[in-house]
Structures are given as structure tokens and as C-alpha cells.
């Protein structure tokens, strides 16, 4: 079982997304209020504090959401969950992993700075399959591996 460390959202997307206190996962579209949900396959993104810290440790200032991850995460290994992997997000909310890594087409201000990006190797994407609310300190948990 892990943690969840932070809540992130933006208006719009491209942007670093910015903490909120507590958020609304909505079945078939994602965190509630933010530009990346919809009926797609990417509805949430997560990313580990562990691999936050990797690019701290490389000198960079960054914090939750600066990759522009809906869920930061500690004490769980997000890239070892298969495809088709569920998780209890908070006490209510089920997730399915849909894509480990993305690929990007546009170079943020991240690579940049450090010559290097986490989330596309290191973030995973869930779509939600159950509603409910999600905070700083939350439980996230497997319900089933695939």
C-alpha cells in the first residue's frame, strides 16, 4: 500500500498543474475540474515523490505537479503495474491502469532545465471505473494485478 502525497489540477493543458486540498475522480472522465479529463484513456496521470526526488536530487526545484500529474504518489512502485492493473485511489475511487510512460512531443521547460524527464518514463495513466474523492494522505492500494 502506498500514499497519496499530493492533489494537483489545471485550467488548461500544457501547464504545470497546481495542488488542491482535495478532488472529485469522476467515472469515464478523470479528476473533476481539470483540463486532461474527458473519455479518453489518459483520465488521471500519477507520479511518483520518489522520482520527483531524482530530479531534485539533480539539482532542480521542482514539486508535486510541476510534471503536470493529477496524483502524486509514495511507497508504491506506479511502473511495475501491468496494463489492465486496478487500484483503490482514497477510500472509494477505482482506477485501471491504462499506459505506463507517455511519449513527448514538445519538450517542456523540465528537459530543459535538466536535460531529462520523469513522467515519460516513470508516470503512469488510469481511467476511473468507480467515483470518489481523493486528499493528501490517502491510501492507494492494488485491488487486482493483472
Known amino acids: 500500500m502506498g500514499e497519496i502525497v499530493a ?24 479528476l473533476e475540474g481539470d483540463a486532461h479529463g474527458g473519455p479518453w484513456h489518459r483520465q488521471v496521470s500519477l507520479l511518483a515523490i520518489e522520482s520527483i526526488d531524482k530530479m531534485r536530487a539533480q539539482g532542480l526545484d521542482v514539486n508535486p505537479g510541476d510534471f503536470a500529474e493529477n496524483l502524486t504518489t509514495k511507497g508504491i512502485d506506479l511502473v511495475s503495474l501491468p496494463v489492465g492493473t486496478k ?53 492507494i492500494e492494488l485491488v487486482e494485478r493483472l
Not at 486540498?21 to 478523470?30: A, E, M, N, S, T
Not at 511519449?103 to 528537459?111: G, P, R, V
Request: hydrophobic share 30%; glycine share 12%; aromatic share 6%.
Open 7 to 30: 492533489v494537483c489540477s489545471s485550467e488548461k493543458k500544457g501547464e504545470r498543474k497546481k495542488r488542491i486540498p482535495i478532488g472529485r475522480l469522476l467515472v469515464d472522465f478523470g
Open 87 to 139: 487500484i483503490r485511489v482514497g477510500k472509494e475511487a477505482i482506477g485501471e491502469v491504462t499506459q505506463i510512460g507517455k511519449e513527448c512531443h514538445n519538450k517542456c521547460a523540465i528537459y530543459y532545465q535538466a536535460g531529462d524527464c520523469v513522467m515519460p518514463k516513470e508516470g503512469i495513466f488510469i481511467k476511473i471505473l468507480q467515483a470518489g474523492e481523493v486528499k493528501d494522505g490517502d491510501p
